[in-house]
DNA sequence: GCCCCGACTTAACATTTGTTGGGTGCGCCG
DNA sequence: CGGCGCACCCAACAAATGTTAAGTCGGGGC
């Protein structure tokens, strides 16, 4: 089934986070979506719009980005299948950023009108939809912190670490390699420093043995040293629903 | 009446913002509270805890704020009257930073059961809320921009900008005055920079005639400067029902 | 198969920011 | 009323990061 494959990720998590049950995910699976595909480096969203549907990502990756008025742009957080990148629009009508397609991508348009119904007959949809914003607040909270108070080189470690864990929900990670389709220059706009700042950082993660991103892929090289430099805390990712 | 003070500048927020129902906010003034004093520097939640209430601020300024392994603080958000800090604990259990009183604060905690007992009842106050941590998440993603691509000068003006426009909603904005009770350190925290560093912006911003900032309390001295460094957009605060 | 473009890589130098350490002043407590 | 602590303030130096400018590499289009 098409639709299974496409609700698969999003399910899959709402299911370990949430606990989500049966009946609401049919119900949530029976409404009505429009498939469409976006290539590398295309708008989703654009700051200033006031779109009439949320957006599921069935594949690929995309990134919320603001770009403020002398041109530099910031990356606010990095979507991957599974996500509601502008669920908050079902509350407020305006998009106050950019959502744009890393890579291929396929995504499913879900009508507000039909969300809302929805939400209006089954309250618990709306719970997990809620809780599922709010969970995409506190990953907001921690890019605060890395972005704020991490050297360079932890702020790349928590990153990796944070998206290989969700990856790992979304069933994305192989072994020890998972896929980071950003440009060394995003991945500078993701931690607040400049390409050229970010390469240098990736050859000293090269060189010290600790990872490897070579055409979009990570491959962690020593594990231990990476958690060292990450001190990552999962918590803040809520990710069972009794957390 | 004690109770009219204590919800005023929620309301106040909520009617401009969300164009709240008359019958929504009787209903939420209709729950037991319990008011709770706090001075300087205590904390209300702690990292880890799993509050049984949300908690309203009536009065003074509270800090979001995480600290990493090596002791770094990074102050997430400022929350002034009117804000509801730990909505998410509706949602999932456990706090995921502290929640710090800057000054002499009165907080309202009101039971989660007798809150989802209204959303259940009245959905109105349900999507009222879930609006209001949308807009808390969309204040968090510029805090990210704020860090990680402005200059310090600007970061700063911008956060002072910001705050004074949260602060006109809640009616805390006396001329070109207002509050502003952090030190120079947590300001420092704020802007992911050091308090020493945080000394020199001032300098240079009372040197340049643009903001003074003494015991407390800032004071606008050069309004066009200070919007010319800021590069204020406030859309993301999402004020008007219909934006 | 060649060329061209975009991403990556690096070095030298400039600028910003952190660190250290020492001062000043004011409010509070004994 | 005196001193103690904390915030503020500042300068000299150190470290991190940005800027500029070149050169390399590899994949896709002609």
Same sequence: chains 1, 2.
Avoid at 31 to 56: M, T, W
Avoid at 189 to 195: D, Q, R
Avoid at 231 to 243: E, I, K, M, N, T
Wanted: proline share 3%.
């Amino acid at each position: 089934m098409t639709t299974d494959k496409t609700w698969a990720p999003l399910f899959e998590r709402l299911r370990t986070t949430t606990g989500a049950g049966q009946e609401d995910l049919q119900a949530l699976a029976a409404l009505p979506i429009a498939l469409r595909h976006y290539g590398e480096n295309q708008a989703v969203l654009r700051d200033g719009e006031q779109p009439s549907d949320c957006c599921l990502i069935v594949d690929g990756f995309c990134v919320r980005s603001k770009t403020i008025a002398d041109g530099k742009r910031q990356i606010l957080s990095i979507h991957i299948p599974g996500d509601l990148p502008n669920l908050q629009n079902l509350h407020y009508a305006t998009v106050d950023h950019d959502l744009v397609a890393l890579s291929d991508c396929t995504l499913a348009f879900i009508g507000h009108k039909a969300l809302k119904d929805l939400i209006a007959q089954r309250p618990g949809v709306g719970n997990m939809f809620w809780r599922d914003t709010l969970v995409d607040a506190a990953i907001s909270r921690e890019w605060i912190v890395n972005v704020g108070q991490r050297s360079t080189t932890s702020r790349l470690a928590h990153l990796i670490v944070e998206l290989r864990e969700r990856l790992r929900l979304a069933g994305r990670v192989i072994d020890d390699m998972f896929a980071l389709p950003l440009t060394q220059e995003q991945l500078g706009e993701a931690m607040g420093v400049t390409s050229v700042h970010t390469n240098r950082i990736l050859r000293d993660l090269r060189i010290a043995g600790v990872l490897e991103l070579q055409r979009g892929t990570v491959r962690i090289l020593n594990e231990h040293k990476l958690q060292e430099l990450a001190q990552f805390d999962g918590r803040y990712l809520h990710l069972s629903p009794s957390s």
